[in-house]
């Protein structure tokens, strides 16, 4: 009789500690990987087990802010063209999501932007095809229908100023800015032009339409003094009109 007593008795005993041994949930973070586009957003997720995990218990931070930002509460937004790793951290667990921002707009190869650079060494970093050469301006030709051409001033054989030439339509003047703005997003205005300044600030690009010349970017050598003035502008258009006159 004690061992028909004894028996539910140890099955009881199993299964209460079979239930205390059971292991709790990890915590999971939803993307370990995203593709993202420029000014875009994306609100991470956590979770443990079926329980949603509140974001802002957790510490977030970007390894490259110009690249996105991301905020307390886990709200990551896409800045530039790049990658960048975000990083949740509370009690000892770390979770990390790698995100790259593709670009929306391949519009053109940049111009080559190595200030001081010869002829020569532009012409053996240039894909296009040259189309015509002076001792103080050297056009290639654009490499698709959106670009008519890009070019380079030289004073004493050293580069000073670098441009693409554009096809002046509002399609490809849209596009023009959306690709500037995803690769350079701290801007500025200058006139009726629009000035982008790369991270490095080794250069500033100036985005516009001439008369003359048509829709254009100008890539000219950073000043940190910020001396771009309209007077400084209009000789470099000058110079591109005279050059692509020749």
């Known amino acids: 009789m004690r061992k028909i007593y004894f028996l539910p008795l140890l099955f009881l005993i199993i299964t209460a500690c079979s239930k205390k041994s059971d292991p709790e949930p990890d915590v999971t973070l939803d993307s370990p990987t995203l593709d993202l586009k420029y000014n875009a957003t994306h609100q991470f997720a956590l979770t443990k087990g079926t329980t949603v995990v509140t974001p802002s218990t957790y510490t977030w931070k970007s390894s490259d802010t110009l690249v996105g930002k991301i905020s307390k509460d886990g709200n990551f937004t896409a800045r530039k063209i790049g990658e960048t790793t975000i990083t949740a951290t509370a009690d000892g667990k770390t979770f990390q999501s790698k995100i790259t921002i593709s670009p929306t707009s391949t519009l053109a190869a940049e111009p080559v932007t190595d200030w001081g650079a010869t002829n020569t060494q532009i012409k053996a970093k240039e894909k296009r095809t040259l189309l015509s050469e002076t ?10 229908t959106k670009i008519a051409a890009s070019g380079y001033i030289l004073e004493s054989g050293k580069l000073t100023s ?6 002046t339509t509002q399609a490809v003047a849209t596009e023009a800015l959306t690709f500037y703005q995803e690769r350079y997003p701290d801007y500025g205005t200058l006139d009726s032009s629009v000035v982008f300044i790369n991270d490095a600030r080794t250069f500033g690009v100036l985005v516009g339409v001439d008369t003359d010349l048509g829709l254009y970017a100008i890539y000219s050598p950073y000043d940190p003094n910020g001396r771009l003035t309209t007077a400084s502008v209009a000789d470099r258009l000058k110079r591109f009109k005279i050059g692509r006159k020749l």
């Open 135 to 144: 001792t103080e301006t050297i056009f290639f030709k654009g490499e698709n």
């Open 162 to 167: 670098s441009a693409l030439l554009l096809t």
